[in-house]
C-alpha cells in the first residue's frame, strides 16, 4: 500500500462511568490508504462504531480517548483544538451514519442544509454553492436533482435520504469517509445500489473509505482490506479475499460459520457459543477464550498481533486456523 491517508496506532478509548471504566475501544491499530476501501466489522458492542466516532472526535463525556495516535494525511488530529477539528469535519474528513436523519434537518430544505455544508468550510456564492449540491446529487444517481433540491427530508425514501447524506459526506471532497452500518435498514436492492455507487465514488474520488457494519456479505463485495473486532480490539486483519476465504481467527470462522448461506439445507444453524463478555469486566487474557474451542492454558495471557495465513493478513490468537503460506 502507498503512504496511507489515515493512520491509527494503539488506539485507547474508554468511558468513565460510576459501575467501572469501559474499555470501548482498546490498542486498535490500522491504516488505510487512498482509494481504498477499508472494512470494520464485529458483532453488535464490539467498538466498531466508537472506532469511527473517536476518528471523527465525536465520543462524548464520559467517555474520551485515552490513548493512541491517529493521523489524517500528516495531520495529527489529536493535537487539534476543538475549533479545528470541527474544520476538519465534513470537510477533510466526513461520516454517514446508519440513519440519515442524523444527518438531515426535518424542517430545512436539502438545498439549504447542502449549501451550508459547503459555505461553512468554503468561500463561494450560493449560486456556484447550489450547483454543487446539484452535481454532488448526481453523482449519487439522484434523478430530478433541481426537484430534489426544493424538497424536505420527508418528502424522500429511506433509500434516497441515505443518498442525500452520503451526497453531503462528499460535497467538499474529503480525504475520509467513514460509513457506520448506512445500509442496515434499507432493502437488498437499494443496498446494492449505494454500495455500487460508493465503491465507484470512492475510486473516481481517491478518497479513504471505512465502511462499519456486522454484515459479512457487504464486507464481501465491497472492501478492499478487513478488519474483524471483537471486545475492543481487531483480533485479525488482511486482505478481504484472505480474511473470508482463508480466515484465521476461530471468531472469524465462527462469524462466517453463522451466515445462513454456509450451512446445508435442513441442517441447524450454526452459532459463536456463549455471550461477548462484559466491556465493564473484560477477562484476563484472551476474551474469546471462554467461546473457544481451541482455548488452552497459553490463552490466558493476552495475545498480540502475529503474521499469519496470506501477505499482510495479522491474527490477534495463540492457536490460528492457518499459518504462514
Known amino acids: 500500500m502507498a503512504a496511507p491517508v489515515l493512520t491509527v496506532e494503539g488506539l485507547r478509548t474508554h468511558f468513565f462511568t460510576k459501575a467501572g471504566v ?6 486498535v491499530s490500522f491504516a488505510v490508504g487512498r482509494g481504498e476501501v477499508l472494512g470494520l466489522v464485529g458483532e453488535s458492542g464490539s467498538g466498531k462504531s466508537m472506532t469511527g466516532y473517536s476518528l471523527m472526535g465525536l465520543v462524548d463525556p464520559p467517555g474520551r480517548i485515552v490513548a493512541g495516535r491517529l493521523v489524517l494525511d500528516g495531520i495529527d488530529l489529536r493535537a487539534l483544538s476543538a475549533e479545528e477539528l470541527r474544520q476538519m469535519r465534513g470537510n477533510r474528513m466526513a461520516m454517514i451514519f446508519q440513519d440519515p436523519m442524523m444527518t438531515l434537518n426535518p424542517v430545512l430544505r436539502i438545498d439549504v442544509q447542502m449549501i451550508e455544508a459547503i459555505l461553512a468550510h468554503d468561500r463561494v456564492s450560493r449560486a456556484s454553492a447550489r450547483a454543487r449540491a ?27 435520504r441515505q443518498r442525500v447524506a452520503i451526497a453531503i459526506a462528499l460535497l467538499n471532497s474529503p480525504d475520509l469517509i467513514i460509513a457506520d452500518e448506512p445500509t442496515t435498514a434499507l432493502d437488498v436492492t437499494i443496498q446494492g445500489q449505494i454500495l455500487y455507487e460508493m465503491q465507484k465514488l470512492t475510486r473516481e474520488t481517491g478518497a479513504a473509505l471505512i465502511w462499519i457494519t456486522h454484515d459479512l456479505s457487504v464486507i464481501a463485495g465491497l472492501a478492499d482490506r478487513v478488519c474483524v473486532m471483537y471486545a475492543g480490539r481487531i483480533v485479525e486483519e488482511g486482505g478481504c479475499e484472505d480474511v473470508l476465504g482463508r480466515p484465521a481467527h476461530p471468531y472469524t470462522q465462527g462469524l462466517l460459520d453463522s451466515v445462513p448461506a454456509n450451512n446445508e439445507r435442513g441442517q441447524r444453524l450454526r452459532q459463536i457459543p456463549g ?9 484476563e487474557g484472551c476474551p474469546f477464550r471462554e467461546r473457544c474451542g481451541y482455548a488452552t492454558a497459553a490463552c490466558d495471557a493476552s495475545p498480540g498481533m502475529r503474521a499469519a495465513g496470506g501477505p499482510g493478513q495479522q491474527v490477534r490468537c495463540f492457536h490460528p486456523l492457518i499459518t504462514l503460506f
Open 22 to 27: 469501559v474499555k470501548a475501544v482498546d490498542d
Open 134 to 160: 446539484r452535481e454532488a446529487l448526481v453523482k449519487v444517481g439522484i434523478p430530478s436533482p433541481d426537484e430534489r433540491l426544493d424538497a424536505y427530508p420527508h418528502q424522500f425514501s429511506g433509500g434516497m
Open 275 to 283: 455471550m461477548t463478555p462484559s466491556l465493564l469486566e473484560l477477562p
